[in-house]
Nanobody
Framework: QVQLAESGGGLVQAGGSLRLSCAAS????????MGWFRQAPGKVREFVAA????????YYADSVKGRFTISRDNRKNTVSLQMNSLKPEDTAVYYC????????????????????WGQGTQVTVSS
Protein backbone atom coordinates (compact mmCIF):
# COMPACT_ATOMS: atom_id res chain seq x y z
CA GLN A 1 0.00 0.00 0.00
CA VAL A 2 1.36 3.39 -0.98
CA GLN A 3 1.08 6.61 1.01
CA LEU A 4 1.05 9.95 -0.80
CA ALA A 5 1.94 13.43 0.42
CA GLU A 6 1.54 16.57 -1.67
CA SER A 7 3.49 19.78 -1.29
CA GLY A 8 4.12 23.00 -3.15
CA GLY A 9 0.76 24.68 -3.00
CA GLY A 10 0.34 28.33 -2.18
CA LEU A 11 -0.89 31.73 -3.28
CA VAL A 12 0.14 33.07 -6.67
CA GLN A 13 -1.00 35.86 -8.95
CA ALA A 14 -2.71 35.14 -12.23
CA GLY A 15 -0.16 34.39 -14.90
CA GLY A 16 2.28 32.98 -12.39
CA SER A 17 3.61 29.46 -11.88
CA LEU A 18 3.69 26.81 -9.18
CA ARG A 19 5.18 23.35 -9.02
CA LEU A 20 3.38 20.72 -7.00
CA SER A 21 5.14 17.60 -5.81
CA CYS A 22 3.83 14.32 -4.49
CA ALA A 23 6.08 12.02 -2.51
CA ALA A 24 5.16 8.34 -2.37
CA SER A 25 6.18 5.84 0.26
CA UNK A 26 5.33 2.29 1.27
CA UNK A 27 5.06 0.69 -2.12
CA UNK A 28 6.86 0.02 -5.38
CA UNK A 29 6.35 3.45 -6.88
CA UNK A 30 7.17 2.42 -10.43
CA UNK A 31 4.30 -0.08 -10.45
CA UNK A 32 1.75 2.71 -10.03
CA UNK A 33 0.25 5.00 -12.62
CA MET A 34 -0.25 8.45 -11.14
CA GLY A 35 -2.66 11.31 -11.50
CA TRP A 36 -3.52 14.76 -10.28
CA PHE A 37 -7.05 15.89 -9.51
CA ARG A 38 -8.45 19.10 -8.08
CA GLN A 39 -11.51 20.24 -6.22
CA ALA A 40 -12.68 23.84 -6.15
CA PRO A 41 -15.06 25.10 -3.45
CA GLY A 42 -18.58 23.90 -4.10
CA LYS A 43 -17.54 21.73 -7.04
CA VAL A 44 -16.87 18.06 -7.58
CA ARG A 45 -13.34 16.78 -7.80
CA GLU A 46 -12.08 16.81 -11.38
CA PHE A 47 -9.29 15.22 -13.35
CA VAL A 48 -6.24 17.35 -14.16
CA ALA A 49 -3.45 15.14 -15.48
CA ALA A 50 -2.25 11.55 -15.56
CA UNK A 51 1.00 9.73 -16.26
CA UNK A 52 1.88 6.10 -16.92
CA UNK A 53 4.29 4.12 -14.76
CA UNK A 54 7.29 4.93 -16.95
CA UNK A 55 6.33 8.52 -17.71
CA UNK A 56 6.06 7.61 -21.37
CA UNK A 57 2.39 8.45 -21.64
CA UNK A 58 0.63 11.50 -20.29
CA TYR A 59 -2.87 12.88 -20.55
CA TYR A 60 -4.39 16.24 -19.62
CA ALA A 61 -7.75 17.80 -19.09
CA ASP A 62 -8.56 20.28 -21.84
CA SER A 63 -8.69 23.09 -19.29
CA VAL A 64 -4.99 22.71 -18.44
CA LYS A 65 -3.53 21.39 -21.68
CA GLY A 66 -0.57 23.49 -22.78
CA ARG A 67 -0.21 25.11 -19.35
CA PHE A 68 0.41 22.18 -16.99
CA THR A 69 3.00 19.43 -17.25
CA ILE A 70 3.00 16.19 -15.28
CA SER A 71 6.23 14.29 -14.73
CA ARG A 72 7.63 11.61 -12.46
CA ASP A 73 10.95 10.43 -11.10
CA ASN A 74 10.83 6.74 -10.23
CA ARG A 75 14.22 6.91 -8.54
CA LYS A 76 12.97 9.54 -6.11
CA ASN A 77 9.41 8.18 -5.84
CA THR A 78 7.89 11.50 -6.80
CA VAL A 79 5.39 12.86 -9.26
CA SER A 80 5.18 16.55 -10.06
CA LEU A 81 2.79 18.98 -11.66
CA GLN A 82 4.32 22.10 -13.18
CA MET A 83 1.60 24.73 -13.50
CA ASN A 84 2.23 27.77 -15.69
CA SER A 85 0.03 30.66 -16.80
CA LEU A 86 -2.19 30.10 -13.82
CA LYS A 87 -5.72 31.47 -13.84
CA PRO A 88 -8.10 32.26 -10.99
CA GLU A 89 -10.23 29.31 -12.09
CA ASP A 90 -7.29 27.01 -11.27
CA THR A 91 -7.89 27.75 -7.60
CA ALA A 92 -8.59 24.45 -5.86
CA VAL A 93 -7.25 21.80 -3.55
CA TYR A 94 -4.99 19.60 -5.65
CA TYR A 95 -4.75 15.88 -4.95
CA CYS A 96 -2.21 13.31 -5.99
CA UNK A 97 -3.53 9.81 -6.66
CA UNK A 98 -2.09 6.38 -7.46
CA UNK A 99 -3.45 3.27 -9.14
CA UNK A 100 -1.74 -0.12 -9.14
CA UNK A 101 -1.04 -0.49 -12.83
CA UNK A 102 1.50 -3.35 -12.91
CA UNK A 103 3.41 -1.94 -15.87
CA UNK A 104 0.65 -1.93 -18.48
CA UNK A 105 1.71 1.51 -19.67
CA UNK A 106 -1.74 2.98 -19.34
CA UNK A 107 -2.79 6.28 -17.86
CA UNK A 108 -6.04 6.73 -15.99
CA UNK A 109 -8.36 9.73 -16.16
CA UNK A 110 -11.24 8.71 -13.94
CA UNK A 111 -11.39 9.28 -10.21
CA UNK A 112 -12.88 5.83 -9.69
CA UNK A 113 -9.76 4.22 -11.21
CA UNK A 114 -7.54 5.36 -8.39
CA UNK A 115 -6.90 3.40 -5.22
CA UNK A 116 -4.80 5.78 -3.16
CA TRP A 117 -5.04 9.51 -2.47
CA GLY A 118 -3.03 12.18 -0.75
CA GLN A 119 -4.46 14.76 1.63
CA GLY A 120 -4.29 17.58 -0.90
CA THR A 121 -2.54 20.93 -1.16
CA GLN A 122 -4.26 24.28 -1.62
CA VAL A 123 -3.56 26.37 -4.71
CA THR A 124 -5.00 29.88 -4.78
CA VAL A 125 -4.64 32.10 -7.83
CA SER A 126 -5.48 35.75 -7.33
CA SER A 127 -6.68 37.99 -10.14
Amino acid sequence: QVQLAESGGGLVQAGGSLRLSCAASGGIFSSYAMGWFRQAPGKVREFVAAISWSGGSTYYADSVKGRFTISRDNRKNTVSLQMNSLKPEDTAVYYCAAVADMYTGRYYAHESDYHYWGQGTQVTVSS
